[in-house]
């Protein structure tokens, strides 16, 4: 009898595609791409760029991503040193076999009774210390099986106790930022708030306000903690983007400037050549001629 797991009031089966660790993954790209499978992914060295819908992030150890069925995504491993993950995929199927598009945060807010903000949904979640043994613990279990020649539906039980683990560690993040935050807590939520949304124009004034202290207050803490400013930072950020999209896409600079919040595309060009000493063309035919000398 195959494993069921229940969810909004439906009942579904996991089919277990593949779990993996993957060590050592150096410059490598995966174009953007889409299908109907989940892919939980757990970064556990390494540094990377990460873009999941129209969300791009920075990869650090610790971080978790949730990629959910046809959400599209593209990886750029390794961007500072080789980079090593673990990542579990597989299919939730209804009733009647076919792929099903479920979201795992709703899920979770109605196991759990509460509100997944937009900020956790977007950006990956950044795994306190205390659950991470336990999560790679999840991964390992499921790692396991490949070597005892059990029935399928092991699998499935494996990666339902692995979403349960999951689900333990976004109940925690939630529960956190409703009590009174740590110095490292309000820095880590600024950054979430801040790279949800890079998108558009954001003051110092509106992110202080998302983590509930004073502009001045936020900036000694970002300074303390990652020596530099909350849009110093997000600057940082942008522009570490859009390097990344100008190698890896054909996307006009007037297109990146505006998906980054640059409301000028000169300005955006002006910052960029201060970053990399060239301008934002010159820096893409740069990357092209690497590439073709690669190949």
Not at 25 to 48: N, S, T
Not at 142 to 166: C, G, M, N, Q, W
């Amino acid at each position: 009898m195959d494993f069921r797991l229940e969810a909004g009031g439906r009942s579904f089966t996991i089919d277990h595609v593949t779990t993996n660790l993957m060590a050592g993954r150096d410059d490598a790209f995966v174009k953007r791409h889409v299908h109907p499978v989940f892919h939980v992914m757990y970064i556990l060295e390494g540094k990377g760029m990460f873009t999941v819908g129209d969300m791009a992030s920075v990869v650090e150890p610790g971080h978790l991503f949730v990629i959910h069925p046809n959400e599209p995504h593209q990886f750029h491993f390794g961007t500072d040193g080789p980079l090593t993950n673990l990542e579990s995929t597989f299919i939730l199927r209804n009733k009647c076999g076919e792929p099903a598009e479920m979201n795992l945060f709703d899920m979770i807010e109605e196991s759990r009774a509460i509100e997944i903000g937009g900020a956790l949904r977007s950006a990956p979640l950044t795994v306190p210390p205390r659950f991470r043994p336990m999560l790679e613990e999840g991964y390992r279990r499921i790692l396991a099986l490949y070597d005892i020649p059990l029935l399928k539906s092991h699998f499935a039980v494996t990666v339902a106790e692995l979403l349960t683990r999951v689900e333990t560690i976004v109940a925690s993040i939630v529960q956190a930022e409703k009590t009174p935050n740590t110095a490292e807590e309000t820095v880590e939520r600024a950054k979430r708030f801040l790279l949800s949304n890079w998108h558009r124009p954001v003051t110092l004034a509106e992110t202080a306000q998302s983590v509930h202290v004073t502009p001045n207050y936020l900036c000694r803490l970002f300074k303390e903690r990652t020596g530099e400013t909350p849009m110093g930072f997000l600057q940082t950020a942008r522009l570490r983007e859009a390097g990344h999209l100008l190698a890896f896409t054909d996307l006009p600079v007037y297109t990146i400037a505006e998906k980054l919040g640059y409301e000028e595309p000169s300005y955006f060009a002006r910052l960029f050549r201060r970053v990399y000493g060239e301008s934002p063309q010159a820096y893409r035919k740069l990357q092209i001629s690497y590439g073709q000398k690669g190949l």
